[in-house]
């Protein structure tokens, strides 16, 4: 088979640390692979608007795209999205100060059929703040399964003439809006974000420290499959959610699969009637992940879950000041975790 018959079934092309002639590759790729899927460049620099246009006018099956800690022209894709938006499903970006222009293009419903928003920045970036409309986004865009803001705090914009009030995002399966520093997220901006999200399945909110149990237990969310909720800065002056984990076990303790409390601050009784529920719970059967680091958990409420947990995989009781000294670890596997069950009785 010739070289340019094989490029033409390419669907996948990735580019990693191009400094120099990003352009002409992707000239010579959209020439060549016409049944292109998915294009990701990573730590690429210099691609232009020209490229892009190249890129929508040949690949017309293009789906996917991932420029996550590439330099390129932000003004070239908005175009790109503008002209061909109609056929993308996924879309990953790395945060920059032009990240507004894109988000506003998204709003405007270029891209219709997308499935999957992430936004990310560097771990070691400090706090970074991404004004967004909720409610313009959840217009742009009704078929969104996947919302990942990943070291990226959302702050709340108002854009003229955007309703207040939407069907929000019906089809969101998971959301991300992790950090590993704090968020001011409140239980308010995450309800305008999923109030219309019933299918939801993977919630990911560590760094949340101003979100409430009360507030993950008014969500609309019954068959939540994955939290995490852990805290991961030293002071938990700010923490706003002391109380209720009881509650979100009850609620989802047929369908959680893992679970991340890591630093939250819930007192022992309230851990004990939590591990309680998941221990009960229908879905106990394939719970397989937990980490409780830095948590009140005691000893009984421990021996408790893992007796009645056959799937749990993965266990992280790091630093938990209640536990004996000498199981304060991770423990990984059903061997391990069978060991520390026999230490517990």
């Given at each position: 088979?010739?070289v340019?018959?094989?490029?033409s ?13 990003v ?46 800690h ?12 503008e002209?061909?938006?109609?056929q993308?499903k ?26 999957l928003l992430?936004?990310n920045?560097?771990?070691d970036g400090?706090?970074c ?19 990942r ?7 709340p914009?108002?854009?003229?003439n ?29 309800n ?5 999200s ?10 949340g420290s101003r979100?409430t149990?009360?507030g ?9 499959e994955c ?6 800065f ?7 959610s002391k109380?209720g984990i009881h ?10 699969r893992e ?7 819930f007192?022992?009784?309230?851990m ?24 009140k958990?005691t000893?009984?409420a ?5 007796s009645?947990?056959?799937?749990l995989?993965?266990l ?18 059903r ?6 069950l026999?230490?517990?009785?």
């Amino acid at each position: 088979m010739s070289v340019s018959r094989r490029l033409s079934r390419l669907r996948e092309f990735s580019l990693c640390h191009w400094k120099k002639h990003v352009d002409y590759v992707i000239q010579k790729v959209s020439q060549s692979c016409t049944n292109l899927h998915s294009l990701k460049l990573s730590y690429c620099t210099g691609m232009t608007e020209t490229a892009f246009q190249n890129l929508g006018a040949q690949c017309r099956s293009l789906e996917n795209i991932n420029l996550q800690h590439s330099e390129f022209n932000v003004d070239g894709l908005v175009s790109f999205l503008e002209a061909y938006g109609n056929q993308i499903k996924k879309i990953y970006f790395t945060h920059s100060t032009k990240s507004d222009k894109l988000l506003s293009a998204l709003s405007k419903g270029c891209c219709p059929e997308l499935m999957l928003l992430e936004i990310n920045t560097k771990l070691d970036g400090g706090y970074c703040q991404l004004p967004i409309c909720i409610q313009a986004l959840q217009i742009g865009c009704p078929k969104l399964q996947t919302f990942r803001l990943m070291n990226v705090t959302p702050v709340p914009k108002k854009i003229r003439n955007t309703p207040s009030s939407t069907s929000g995002f019906p089809m969101l399966e998971e959301l991300c809006i992790a950090t590993s520093s704090h968020s001011f997220m409140t239980d308010g901006d995450l309800n305008n974000v999923l109030h219309g999200s019933p299918h939801l399945r993977v919630l990911d909110l560590r760094g949340g420290s101003r979100i409430t149990a009360t507030g993950l237990y008014a969500l609309p969310c019954e068959r939540l499959e994955c939290l995490y909720w852990g805290l991961y800065f030293n002071s938990n002056t700010m923490v706003a959610s002391k109380k209720g984990i009881h509650m979100l076990a009850h609620k989802w303790s047929s369908t959680l699969r893992e679970l991340d409390l890591a630093n939250q601050p819930f007192s022992e009784e309230d851990m004990e009637i939590a591990m309680g529920h998941l221990a009960h719970g229908a879905g106990v059967d394939l719970f397989r992940s937990l980490n409780l680091s830095g948590t009140k958990i005691t000893s009984s409420a421990l021996r408790l879950l893992i007796s009645q947990s056959p799937t749990l995989k993965y266990l992280n009781l790091s630093s938990c000041r209640y536990l004996p000294r000498g199981l304060k670890r991770v423990y990984h596997g059903r061997e391990d975790i069978q060991l520390l069950l026999d230490k517990l009785d």
